[in-house]
């Protein structure tokens, strides 16, 4: 069983940068697909980005293509999210995202997810 904790939300304005980490632990993620997701207020939870185990395919949300970048570090045991140029419809609690044994592209829609608790991105005007 892995578990997720992320970290590096907070309060920014708009146009600021953020680097979200994502820190797994009881397990290496190494053959994990591993995501990040956000979930504003009064809407469902939407996928933002994901990356296949070895960092050599990513996918982006058309809403946030050229201004976040998802990356790895196996070696860490750490999953990254930085986000820039920041909008205040960027604003949510993302969450970070495993699967095991899956493509990068299949972390959107497989059932077979662990999940963080989450960290809060406020952007302000």
């Known amino acids: 069983q892995v578990q997720l904790v992320e970290s590096g939300g907070g309060l920014v304005q708009a146009g600021g940068s953020l680097r979200l980490s994502c820190a797994a632990s009881?397990?290496?993620?190494?053959?994990?697909?591993m995501g990040w997701f956000r979930q504003a207020p009064g809407k469902e939870r939407e996928f933002v980005a994901s990356?296949?185990?070895?960092?050599?395919?990513?996918y982006y949300a058309d809403s946030v293509k050229g201004r976040f970048t998802i990356s790895r570090d196996n070696a860490k045991n750490t999953v990254y999210l930085q986000l820039s140029s920041l909008k205040p419809e960027d604003t949510a609690v993302y969450y970070c995202?495993?699967?095991?044994?899956?493509?990068?592209?299949?972390?959107?829609?497989?059932?077979?997810?662990?999940w963080g608790q989450g960290t809060q991105v406020t952007v302000s005007s």
């Open positions: 995202a495993a699967a095991s044994g899956v493509r990068a592209v299949d972390i959107m829609s497989t059932t077979r997810r662990s």
């Open positions: 009881g397990r290496t993620i190494s053959a994990y697909a």
């Open positions: 990356i296949n185990w070895s960092g050599a395919t990513t």
